[in-house]
RNA sequence: GCGGUAUUGGUGAAGUGAUUAACACGCCAGAUUGUGGCUCUGGUAUGCGUGGGUUUGAUUCCCACAUACCGCCCCA
């Protein structure tokens, strides 16, 4: 028996509902911010993912789907979808105008070891923002991240934030967290003394030695804003106080992708069923990425979250009840046929409708209504045909009417 | 990629080196051929993740692989 591949899953029933639950809600809320709507490629040149995501993270080093395609092509799954967006913007010259907002869903693809909350095939919400840049447009995605799941009824949020200052603040940054761990680079984890190289700022955001009291009280990123990136971090709290988004300024966020700038924030929930997997919302703005990937230099901002984590909380919760609303089921007790002539008539005219296609006698078919639930169930049987009438059962008041078939759909109209 | 635990029907599961693999839910049929969700009766794994091995005999022991979950790592 062929099983799915390692790290999928197939999503039906409660679940599925969920989902589309999500996803429609995700719609909507995001016409409420004018983002719109954008549906990228799947896998990209897997160049796109080195130069945008970052040589130096796990993501592309050891966790991308690569193939060779039949034109000798080097493709990716996409790892995330931030490097793909900005390619989008790029190509197709968004840049001439003053502002972009983008909202995607869909799924991305790791090559991880799988656990619960994380998966290989998984599906990700998010938005990009492109054009200006403001402490208010920072502000709008955070609280746009935080109403978003607000709004889903996760209740038990919390919003924190840091910010890694520009080019010149981080530069000057990685000289003095590289000077203040001279001392103590035999202390380090083999990995951390790797990205005491490529990338320090990583290292206070490691699990091993983050807990450190030496890394603990080394020197922060915000310690080391110049004036600038200072005013603009203190900017976006502002406006965050103004939108009344709760938040806590924590120095070692650093966030694992390389194209952050400035601020970076996560919004993460505490409810024990997500174990470690509890991050879910990650984002920041990211002022050099266009320009790495070849566009006119043009700041951006955005986020991603993850939708089967957000699935679990709201199941937890039960902050989604899913109803089965099915209008009408149809009882046939004779054989001309005629009841699936109502049943495709109604369907027509926007009644979700059901009938026994297995032949059950009395017994069974009330059991499937006892199943499904439905508003009215309509008989039809030797009777009704004969006196082209439908007997109507209303399934709340279990009353019975007889309705003349040609007045059938203006009845269901009226009562339901 | 590393370490650990697990894997029995549609589902939740009990169980044992050798006769019919418990129990419960679900599903199917009937009691009840025009009114149900209750009850009762019967049916429902030729099989115990896959492939090897040990054995007179393995679902039970051993090995490998696969998958799931937990920890590490990483992140959504």
């Not at 080019?167 to 103590?184: M, P, T």
């Not at 955005?302 to 909380?313: H, L, N």
Request: proline share 3%.
């Amino acid at each position: 028996m062929i099983q799915k591949p390692k790290g999928t899953q197939d999503v039906f029933g409660v679940d599925a509902q969920v989902y589309k639950y999500i996803e429609s809600y995700t719609d909507n809320f995001m016409n409420l911010y004018n983002y719109g709507y954008i549906k990228i490629p799947t896998f990209e040149e897997t160049n796109l993912f080195y130069r945008g995501v970052g040589e130096s993270t796990d993501i592309v080093n050891k966790e991308t789907y690569d193939f060779v395609d039949k034109g000798g092509r080097n493709m990716t799954l996409r790892p995330e979808f931030t490097a793909g967006v900005v390619r989008n913007y790029i190509e197709n010259k968004f840049y001439s105008e003053q502002i972009s907002k983008f909202y995607y869903f869909g799924s991305a693809f790791r090559y991880e070891r799988p656990q619960s909350g994380r998966l290989r095939e998984f599906t990700q919400v998010g938005v990009e923002v492109f054009g200006p840049k403001s402490a208010y447009l920072d502000a709008e995605v955070i609280s746009l991240a935080y109403r978003y799941l607000s709004g889903l009824g996760i209740t038990n949020l919390s919003v924190k934030i840091n910010s890694l200052g520009d080019k010149e603040s981080r530069l000057r940054y990685n000289e003095v967290i590289r000077e203040y761990l001279k001392n103590d680079y035999d202390n380090l984890c083999d990995t951390c003394k790797d990205r005491l190289n490529k990338n320090p700022l990583r290292i206070l955001d490691c699990k091993y030695d983050g807990e450190r009291d030496y890394i603990k009280n080394a020197p922060k990123t915000i310690d080391y804003l110049n004036d600038e990136s200072k005013e603009y971090f203190e900017n976006v709290k502002k406006a965050l106080d103004l939108l009344d988004i709760p938040y806590t300024v924590d120095a070692s966020l650093v966030r694992g992708l390389d194209y952050y700038s400035h601020t970076v924030f996560e919004v993460v929930s505490n409810i024990p069923e997500l174990g470690k997997a509890n991050t879910l919302c990650g984002g920041g703005r990211y002022d050099g990425l266009v320009e790495m990937l070849d566009g006119p230099s043009t700041p951006g901002v955005g986020f991603a979250m993850g939708i089967e984590r957000i699935m679990t909380i709201i199941k937890e919760l039960e902050a989604f009840i899913p109803k089965d609303t099915l209008d009408v089921f149809v009882m046939s007790l004779e054989d001309s046929g005629f009841a699936y002539q109502v049943v495709d008539d109604l369907r027509s005219n926007g009644f979700s409708c059901e009938i026994d296609y297995t032949g059950k006698n009395m017994k069974g078919l009330w059991k499937l209504v006892s199943k499904y639930e439905p508003c009215f169930i309509l008989i039809i049987g030797e009777d009704e045909v004969k006196g082209d009438y439908i007997t109507v059962k209303d399934n709340n008041t279990k009353e019975e009417t007889k309705v003349k078939t040609s007045e059938l759909i203006d009845y269901l109209d009226m009562n339901i």
